[in-house]
């Protein structure tokens, strides 16, 4: 057993948690114990609000926390801490200055350096107000003041590492927080220096796009002996502190191997696909505006909300007009949305970031247990991303994650060249699926008619014709036979199939074989 302030843990507890989810989850339980950690960014990334989680956390666990800053004064850390509804009762903020250090100091006669004496002092009160009240967590805010008064990396490297075999010896896992690239330096000596001593550094950093909020990462570039989640991992600051995102992980202990089949309730459709789409799979439904394509999606999610649960996520629809548009064509989702079955939900792609979209993925498929996932459309979700290199590395690493889960995940694409999305045509998305049901536009005779093909589907055979797709208040159906009366209709502008037909002769014949069966 060993003692920590106010408080005896067992040698089991080796973390200390942050009091963030996902920033514990990327650190593996959270900080080690009894060590020095750094937490490092510009301006503005959320350092002051991740520390005072951190010490809000322990108060919560019972156990006393010290916030010593020099950087904010006490009345700015109780603003932060009133802009997230908390309150900082019960712990110990102890605010020093350098000019009241120089004020202590000026009686003083001294042959020293100025900055040498300084640094005595503010050394000598740190560790006065630290055995004094004996904290189990420790803020320091900010380590460029020591690297200021130290003057050369030799002096900044000792204190630091007499420093941190203080507070280890009494028991404390300290923060210190300190200003990129300024105070920390990626290149810079004294960075190099902390970065040696500190147990785990974490790196935070926010960018501004040219159209929307800011956005903000965060990378854990170190921990001593844990295998934490390496890479970039998206958060926001909200009140009541900081969510962070963690980058999905797909376990290999839990692959889904059944492939159960759901089945649109379109008898000719769950033909032309075999029999339907399996979970486990993703299914890509693209064309041009106006093919049917959010129109086939809300189908097969409304069918599958009749027993399983389903979730929507529009980039580019209010919830209102889709379901409005869905009803308008026969596809009453509002059962499946009252019974809690069926989910829809507006995402802002000029607001959110592909960390948090994939947690509330993660949160449909974990928390609400759905089974179809559909993103309308994929279009929207890459603008969100706005990194083109990244665009289908992050699109896969998330089908990934709902394959392993047994999720049916059907993306909406509109298509600008046929196997590619929206303005940047670099971008294949065609071997993220699993299915591929291509819808297009035809004109016959002046007027615009729809239709559907199966253009791959990995698991078992499917039909290789091409079928009228018919929408209207009446519902959505599918054609019962090929439109074997044209060519090229894939391509917009079909051809009649026996030379000589045109004119009026064409008018006939535009008919699906279904509708001259029935004339």
């Known amino acids: 057993m060993t003692t920590r302030g106010d408080r005896t843990t067992s040698p089991g507890e080796r973390q200390a948690a942050s009091g963030i989810e996902g920033l514990d989850s990327i650190l593996r339980g959270g900080f080690p114990r009894e060590e020095m950690h750094l937490v490092q960014g510009a301006s503005g990334t959320g350092k002051t609000t991740l520390a005072l989680q951190f010490l809000m956390a322990g108060a919560g666990a019972r156990e006393s926390g010290l916030y010593i800053t020099l950087a904010q004064s006490r009345k700015g850390l109780e603003a932060i801490a009133r802009s997230h509804g908390w309150s900082l009762e019960g712990l110990t903020v102890h605010d020093l200055s350098l000019d009241d250090i120089a004020a202590h100091l000026a009686a003083d006669q001294t042959v020293l350096r100025t900055a040498d004496v300084e640094l005595g002092e503010l050394t000598r009160q740190l560790r006065h107000v630290v055995e004094r009240i004996q904290p189990s967590r420790v803020i320091f805010d900010s380590i460029g003041v020591i690297g200021l008064l130290a003057g050369s990396s030799a002096r900044y490297h000792r204190e630091i590492v007499m420093l941190r075999e203080f507070l280890v010896a009494r028991g404390c896992t300290a923060l210190f927080l300190g ?68 980058r999905l992980e797909a376990s290999p202990s839990e692959e889904y191997g059944e492939f159960r089949r759901i089945q649109s309730g379109i008898e000719s459709l769950d033909r032309l696909l075999g029999g339907g789409l399996e979970q486990g799979t993703a299914c890509l439904l693209i064309g041009p505006s106006g093919a049917g394509k959010s129109t086939l999606a809300a189908v097969f999610a409304g069918a599958a909300a009749q027993s399983d649960n389903a979730a929507i996520f529009l980039f580019e629809e209010r919830p209102e007009t889709f379901k409005a548009r869905s009803s308008g064509v026969g596809i009453d989702l509002q059962p499946q949305l009252v019974g809690g079955r069926l989910t829809i939900e507006q995402l802002n792609s000029a607001d959110i970031t592909p960390g948090e979209f994939a947690h509330r993925v993660r949160d449909a498929v974990e928390g609400r247990k759905a089974r179809v996932i559909v993103i309308d459309s994929l279009t929207g979700y890459f603008n969100a991303m706005g990194n083109v290199a990244l665009l289908s590395v992050q699109m896969h690493e998330l089908l990934n994650f709902l394959s392993s889960r047994g999720v049916l995940t059907l993306l909406v694409v509109t298509q600008e060249g046929f196997m590619s999305v929206g303005p940047v045509p670099a971008v294949d998305v065609s071997y993220l699926s699993d299915s591929i049901l291509a819808l297009r536009l035809f004109e016959v005779d002046g007027s615009i008619r729809r239709c559907v093909a199966a253009v791959k589907k990995r698991r078992g055979e499917h039909e290789t014709t091409i079928r009228e797709l018919f929408i209207s208040a009446e519902g959505v159906r599918v054609g019962e036979t090929p439109l074997r009366q044209f060519r090229s209709i894939l391509s917009g502008i079909p051809e009649p199939t026996h030379a000589g037909q045109g004119g009026s002769s064409g008018g006939r014949t535009a008919r699906s074989d279904e509708e001259s069966s029935r004339g």
């Not at 170190?222 to 962070?244: A, E, M, N, Q």
């Open 179 to 246: 200003e990129w690239p300024s105070e920390t330096n990626m290149e810079g000596p004294l960075n190099t220096e902390f970065h040696s001593v500190a147990a785990s550094v974490v790196h935070m950093e926010h960018t501004a796009p040219d159209f929307g909020e800011v956005r903000r990462r965060l990378r854990v570039i170190k921990v001593r002996g844990v295998d934490f989640r390496s890479g970039y991992h998206d958060f926001r600051i909200r009140t009541g502190g900081l969510d962070v995102y963690p």
